[in-house]
Every structure is written in C-alpha cells, then in structure tokens.
C-alpha cells in the first residue's frame, strides 16, 4: 500500500504532515511512502532526509494523489482554494487524512464525497484514553498557547518579569489567560516562565486546581457555570444572557491586566464575545490582546484575523495559525498524532475501516459516496443514514487550528 505526503498549498502553512522519522514505522508496516518533493523543507526537512529515510520523493502533486492513502496537514475546508484543483485527483476507494475544518466548511466534505475517497478528519478525535497520542487538536493548541503569550511580550511596551536593579525596581507583567484548556494552560506556564503575575478564567470550574498548578491565580465570577462543561471536557455555548454577565464582570478583571490571551471559541459556532470595545477602552495605553479565537470572529470586539488593530492604545492580535509558526515542532507532533492514527487503522499492511470503533467513527466523514457524520448531514439538510447514530463530535481547538488549530476554551 502507498501512502503520500503532499506539500501544503495554504498561504503561510509551513507545516509537514509527516517527517523523515515518521517514515520508518511505516516501512515497517509494509508501506510504501511517497514524499512529494519540498514538502517538509519549510519545517526544516529535507528531500534527502526522507530519501535517507526510505522514502520516495516525486516531484508531481497528481502522482501523489495516485497513491492509496493520501495525508497532509490541511484538506478540504481547511484549504478550500486547493481542494477545487485537487478534487479531481480523487478517486473511489481512496483515502485522504488530515484536519479539514468539517464544521466551519462542511459543503467541502459533501464534495469529497463525491468522487468516492474517504475523507477523515483528525479534529474529531474523539478525547478518550487510547486516543491521546492522536489528539491534533491538543498538540496544535500547546503549540498556540505558547507561542501567544511570546507575541504578546513581544508587543508589550514592558518587560514580563520583576527586576530589581541599581535604576530601580520593575513591576512584572500582568497576563490574563481566558479559557483554561490546552491552549490556555499552556499560555500559562509560559507566561510564568517568562516571570509575569498570571491570572485565568474558564467557565468551568473545575480547572481551577489545574490554574493554580501552574501558578495562576484562578479568577472566580459570581455565574451559574453548572452546565458549562460538555462532552470530552470540552466547553458548550452558554445563552446570550450569560455572555451578558460575563462581559460586565470580565470587563474589570480586563482593565487589571497589561496582556489579555483568549483561547474561547464553540466548535462549529461564532467564537463567544467576551470583550467589549468598551472593556478595551478601560485598559491601560500599551496593553496587548491576543485573540486566538479570532478566525470565528473573536472573543474581543475589535479583532481581525490574522490582522494587528491598534485601537484605544491597544494593540490586538488575531492570529489564526499560530503551529505554523513554529513548524518544526508542530510537524513533530503532528506526524506523530497522524502516525498513531495510521497504524490503528492498518491492519497486515492495509486499512481496515471498523466503523464498530468510536476513533474510526467519530473521524470518517465520507463513505461510499455519502457524508456520514450525522451532525454534518444535518448541518447540509440531508436525511439520516440507515443504522448511523447521531454522536456528539468532539471537534474544536485551537485553533484554526489545524491550528488551523482551531482554539477552544476546553483545547
């Protein structure tokens, strides 16, 4: 069987969905593993590194469609302008994996469906044990969290940590982190590291002892937060009335801080607003926001993605996809999460579809000829699949994400 890594096209992705230490277990699979040629160079890896590896590189995209499984970092939504070139280069029976933003972009996966190829989507992992090593969603975010937190030093008119110095005594930093789960307890620990003081909030509150394990002090809000926690730990959309609240409250916790990092966003839906342009104006001149929920409209009222807003003396980031700026290590980890999969689905050599297992399940999008996720056929408006029970999808996060990581307050 062949499997192909093919070069991301998406404008600034410089991500690789495998590297040359992730060639040799499928080799020893009984792989053959195609590389189309430059595909890792813009994280660091060369075509003879795969070559040294085992791998074949090939200089043609279409040849690398050719192959039996077909793996990349962004497909279908999570590159939409590519996917009108290189649909038709698929084919019946053939498989594609990698993060394709089904919730955001869910008419892409009706047209994968299509030509026949099984399209899954490494988002929906669902947040069980044996799929941790998995987890795209958690790896891109850690990668989010840590890198926000730098934009912001970077930004900030101050230094993060105390000093105390023959001119005087600096003050630390003050760093807000909203939504404590991945990315959030990632920007965290960075913002520790870098020595700044370190508050956070999440609607859930039980992530406060995590918080504090890493040295934040855990902000509480007089809400009702009883039902704020889904399936897979992941945070649901609260009522307006909620968001209402909490912007009031939060808006004080804001103005306290010299940089505010929030990771909040509702997979499939319009990222909450949890900062108003009126909370903005409250904060000091200098203050930074980086909003990595930005690419489903933010959780601040000013942001843009993937745009820097200087407004009030404040400066806001909207990044989208902060793993591809670091991508030698996002490709690590990303390699490894899709290497993982792979092999749960190899079985003597070959993929083997058991649609008894949630991993499988809850990752296939498309299946001889048919989107079958329920809640993306009902998202398209088309009827239930005989014997398809609905499940909840776990997609996010960080934060596209696919960094497109696409974000989340539980990612």
Partial sequence: MKIAVVKETFPGERRVALIPSAIAPLLKAGCEVLVQSEAGQSAGFLDADYEQAGAQIIADRTAAFAADVVV?????GADPDSLEHDLPRLREGQILI????????????????????????????????????????????????????????????????LMMTAA????????????????????????????????????RPAVREQCESLGAKFVELPLETGDSEGKGGYAKAMDESFYQRQRQLMAE?????DVVVTTAAIPGKKSPLLITEDAVKGMQPGSVIVDLAAERGGNCELSQPDQRVDVHGVTILGPTNLPAEVPNHASQMYAKNVITFLNHLLKDGEIQLDLS???????????DRQVVQSRLREILDLPPLENNEPTEESAEEPASESGSAKNEESN
Avoid at 72 to 76: D, K, N, S
Avoid at 169 to 188: K, N
């Fill in 98 to 161: 990698g993060s394709v933003d089904p919730l955001g972009y869910p008419e892409s996966v009706a047209k994968v469906s299509e030509t026949g190829a099984a399209l899954f989507g490494l988002e929906l992992i669902p947040r069980i044990t044996r799929a941790q090593s998995m987890d795209v969603l958690s790896s891109m975010a850690t990668i989010a969290g840590y890198r926000a937190v730098l934009l912001g030093a970077l930004e900030l008119p101050k230094m993060f940590p």
């Fill in 357 to 367: 297992d949630e991993i499988t399940r809850d990752t296939l999008l498309t299946h």
């Fill in 253 to 257: 916790v804001v103005a306290e801080n």
């Fill in 168 to 203: 005087g005594t600096l003050s630390p930093a003050r760093v807000f982190v909203i939504g404590a789960g991945v990315a959030g307890l990632q920007a965290i620990a960075t913002a520790r590291r870098l020595g700044a003081v370190v508050q956070a909030y999440d609607v």
């Fill in 72 to 76: 990349a970092v962004r497909f279908a």
